[in-house]
């Protein structure tokens, strides 16, 4: 892959954070419940200091807003931006287009994670704090930590040897996991409701938990996007060049895992945002991870919120399973922007 | 003192048959060919017709509904094995058979000569057919009608067709005098089957067990592909703020009113506020068994309490 070198320009950035905004600002206004868009402006620019206004909205209407739809776009948002972030940077990394957050067995840690807490796990009903994202969480870390060792033990320490090692640790991982739905059957509703990714009981607390995460991982990648475009011509030419190619690869999988892993932890496995976002942001700005990482987070973002607000109207008050929104818009749209971009070259 | 002597006479003879009756239908089991057994017999089966040459002694329940059906119907003491998630009642020989994932061999290894199931997620039935297995399958009841005809069928099959006569009629009256105490103005309610809001419409067993008390349920606007288990959006449980909350995720999910109660906006909720949260048994709230008027008694009387302060 050869990436033509791009300066980091202000152009393509203010407009995907204006698509960001519109799409931000759509579904905070609309949603299974209709409140009046008015009251609803009134409402947020009433908790801006110095403004005073009265919305008119019901205590219960309030709460709808607050600790309902708020929590949830934003948490959309964050998920977003982290898988698709996580997708750019793994697709940079192993120089590989198919490379996904979930590629090195995060997906199916998480998944055995988070089934062993629903099967195994004590009630945690009166705890303080919910197992389920924890263990997801360390779930997805471990699963990356044991592709990584398997890939490193066999000597060659080349992106695909991880990405082999990869296939072979979330192979195992998820016929644990099988055997432990088939075992523990009662679990298997939770297992799968957790699988199907949900947004649906999305509260601040989720919120709170990935923030760290997110800035975490997204400082670390946009430090290391200069690097991630001399890793593209290779690790030998990366290396004649002073990169130690190996070690760069750590750093971007480690924050890139986390951001997976944190995503996961809270809103399960939503597929294809961290394949098509970063693609579609390469057809239409290039290859650069100078561009490509910034925009895939912020495209992100948007994506998913949009996702989300035709999961939770189209069928209202019923909701869709967010992962087959993605995968229903998402497909088609990355097909129409391949034929679109085609002279791209 | 003679004349008196006759009728006290025909008193205790009545008792002493009346409780040889009792004890017949409890133990039944053990009476082979109890009151009305006559084999062969022909059942008309969901999977075709069945032919049982003899009444069966080592009956294998792959469903939880049929066990407590057949305990409840007094043929538990001919019943072999029963599968893993058949947890009612206690005396059930509860094995390690999975109803997900049938092994035809472990099943077979019962030595059974009846096996009853609700799904066959594989070649269940057609496995049982090669060994010469009788099976009787006996699926999810969608009405009430559906529980009570797969009892008698179950009293048939097993040669107690009088216990589920009997059963039937209890169960009838039972719901009847339910329904008849059900408040005049119609309480809504969401059922809850786990934390993403999954519901079941009025369509459902489930819901048509709440329409007997006349409450209406607030997943019936969502569900407009008609699969009966809409997922809800948390606004709209918010928005539409049912006079109460039933919890059928108490333990598959460890829900409970006081998590209910700490979800985001759920505070607002009058049902939340009213201590109008109740928590089911899963089991019970998923079965079609005679277990429903357990069920339906422990809604009526939250009903019953809400009507009685006065909302």
Known sequence: MIVAPARLRAGPLVGASAVLAGAAMLAVLVGPVRLAPGAVLAELAGRLPLVHTTSGLSPQEAAILWQLRLPRVVLGGLVGAMLAMAG?????????????????????????????????????????????????????????IGAYALGRSGGARTATTLILSGVAVAAFLTA???????????????????????????????????????????????????????????????????????????????????????????????????????????????SSHRLLVPLS??????????????????????????????????APFFALVLRTARRVP | MRRSLAPLLLLVLALVAAGCGNDGSRSGAAAPGGQGAAFPVTIDAAG????????????VSMSPTATEMLFGIAAGGQVAAVDSNSNYPREAPRTDLSAYEPNLEAIAGYKPDLVVYSDDPGELAAGLHKLGIPALRQPAARTLDDTYAQLDQLGRATGHPAEATRLVAAMRSEIHKLAAARPARPLTYYHELDKNLYSATSKTFIGQLYGQLGM?????????????????????VVKADPDLIFLADTKCCGQTARTVAARDG??????????????????????????VVDFLKTVSAKVQSLEAVGR
């Open chain 1, 88 to 144: 750019a940077a793994y697709q940079g990394v192993f120089r590989n287009p198919l490379a996904d957050p979930y590629l090195l067995g995060a997906a199916a840690g998480a998944g055995l994670g988070a089934t062993l807490a629903i099967a195994y796990g004590p009630d945690t009903s009166s705890w303080p704090v919910d197992l389920l994202p924890i263990a997801a969480f360390a779930g997805a870390v471990a699963g990356v």
């Open chain 2, 266 to 291: 759920w505070d607002q909720l009058t049902a939340v506020r009213t201590g109008a949260v109740v928590a089911l048994d899963d089991d019970v709230a998923s079965r079609w068994g005679p277990r």
């Open chain 1, 297 to 330: 987070l912020v495209a992100g973002a948007a994506f998913l919120i949009l996702a989300d607000l035709v999961a939770r109207t189209v069928a209202a008050p019923a909701e869709l399973p967010i992962g087959v929104v993605t995968a229903f818009f998402g």
């Open chain 1, 176 to 286: 644990v996991q099988t055997y432990v739905q088939q075992r523990e059957s009662e679990t298997l509703r939770e297992v799968y409701g957790w699988i199907l990714g949900r947004l649906t009981t999305a509260g601040w607390h989720e919120v709170l938990l990935v923030v760290p995460y997110a800035l975490v991982s997204a400082a670390v990648i946009l430090l290391h996007r200069r690097l991630l475009d001399v890793l593209a011509v290779g690790d030998d030419e990366a290396s004649s060049l002073g990169l130690r190619a190996a070690r760069v690869r750590l750093v971007v999988v480690a924050a890139a895992t986390l951001a997976t892993a944190a995503a996961v932890a809270v809103s399960g496995l939503i597929g294809f945002v961290g394949i098509i976002v970063p693609h579609t942001v390469r057809l239409v700005a290039g």
């Open chain 2, 48 to 59: 075709g017709k069945l032919v049982l040459a003899r009444q069966p002694q080592r009956i």
């Open chain 2, 216 to 236: 209406r349920n607030i997943a019936d606007a969502a569900d407009k592909d008609g699969s009966g288990y809409p997922q809800l959006s948390a606004e709209y």
